[in-house]
């Protein structure tokens, strides 16, 4: 029987598979929830797999959030075995709440399971010079937009405007070929290929900010400025993303490595570099994750501003203060006494 034609939202995802692969891609790896784009994704990568001879699987992460989520992901994997995916593979996670909110935990949760998955397929034959396989996920052109937005709203610089990256991870393992695709897209070619995708419950809950932002506030901007909001939203994210990799990369060639900074050396840099520099130096020398766009600019008044301060206390429980010339850490908590520890 001959094959069904692709129609031309399907073409268009497959070519936005094979446009983004590398020759490093031997085992092509699909998170699917089973929502439209995810689905879609998997559709395209089987027609790229095929014409590739490319090994694929996928990957089901069942965050047990709400009481469907065991049979909603026994139901995502019987419809990737319909498309023709051989190796499924349902993950269950437990997600830790933290101070993170629901949306992170999740994220770092379903991130785990797919880094585990990812290590367990395409390694040896199939994925040489790189540990695993390449993970494939279905963010689009929208999610992008939406990114960019709650960046914007959170302040935190040209890094978080430059959304999420076309490939990131460890040698580029995580890779995201629809981000200049449009939702609609996706939604189109399920109706093209006779699928049922689910619809996350959590995507309508305007509890969360990024369903806030998709149902509210891009529906606003592109009543009040025109259509094409979310195309120049996902542009911008593209030209920040350039301007913020050559940040970091002329940050990292200003790094001394060492455990004190300079202050007369970094304060002589360009405010853009200068701030760069030292959330590196904070980051990696120091292992301090966990810090805003406030705690930055406090550490950089000791530079270009300094009148004596006792220094900036930081989270971890350490300050930074600057002595002869120099900014260093300091820890806020006292050492334990001996006899104490007796």
Do not use: K
């Amino acid at each position: 029987m001959a094959r069904r034609a692709l129609g031309p939202a399907t073409l268009t995802l497959v070519q936005a598979v094979e446009d983004s692969l590398t020759p490093a891609d031997r085992f092509l790896l699909v998170a699917c929830s089973g929502g439209p784009d995810s689905l879609a994704l998997a559709v395209a990568v089987t027609h790229v797999g095929r014409r590739r001879s490319l090994p694929i699987g996928a990957v089901v992460v069942d965050h047990g959030l709400q009481p469907s989520s065991t049979d909603q992901a026994t139901a995502a994997a019987s419809t990737l075995r319909s498309l023709g995916f051989a190796d499924v593979t349902v993950r269950a996670v437990e997600v830790t709440p933290t101070r993170n909110g629901p949306e992170a935990d999740a994220r770092i949760a379903r991130f785990q399971a797919l880094e585990l998955a990812a290590g367990m397929h395409g390694a040896g034959e199939h994925a040489p010079g790189r540990a695993g396989a390449t993970v494939l996920l279905g963010h689009t052109r929208d999610d992008q937009a939406e990114t960019v937005l709650l960046g914007l709203a959170r302040g935190s610089g040209v890094r978080s405007l430059a959304g999420m990256a076309r490939r990131s991870g460890p040698g580029g393992r995580w890779l995201r070929p629809l981000l200049g695709v449009g939702r609609s897209v996706t939604e189109i070619a399920c109706r093209e290929n006779d699928l049922l995708s689910w619809q996350d419950p959590h995507n309508a809950d305007p509890a969360f900010a990024r369903v806030r932002v998709r149902h509210r506030v891009l529906p606003v901007l592109e009543t009040e400025l025109g259509p094409g909001v979310v195309e120049a939203l996902a542009r911008t994210a593209a030209l920040a993303r350039d301007d913020a990799d050559l940040l970091d990369a002329l940050a990292a060639e200003a790094d001394p490595g060492t455990a004190t900074l300079d202050c007369a050396v970094v304060a002589g840099l360009a405010p853009a570099l200068r701030r760069r520099v030292l959330g590196r130096w904070l980051r990696l020398e120091h292992g301090l994750g966990d810090l805003s766009a406030a705690h930055l600019y406090a550490v950089d008044v000791l530079l270009t501003d300094w009148r004596g301060q006792t220094g900036v206390d930081l989270p971890g429980g350490v300050r930074v203060r600057r002595a002869e010339g120099r900014l260093e850490l300091t820890s806020l908590v006292p050492p334990v006494a001996p006899e104490a520890q007796s």
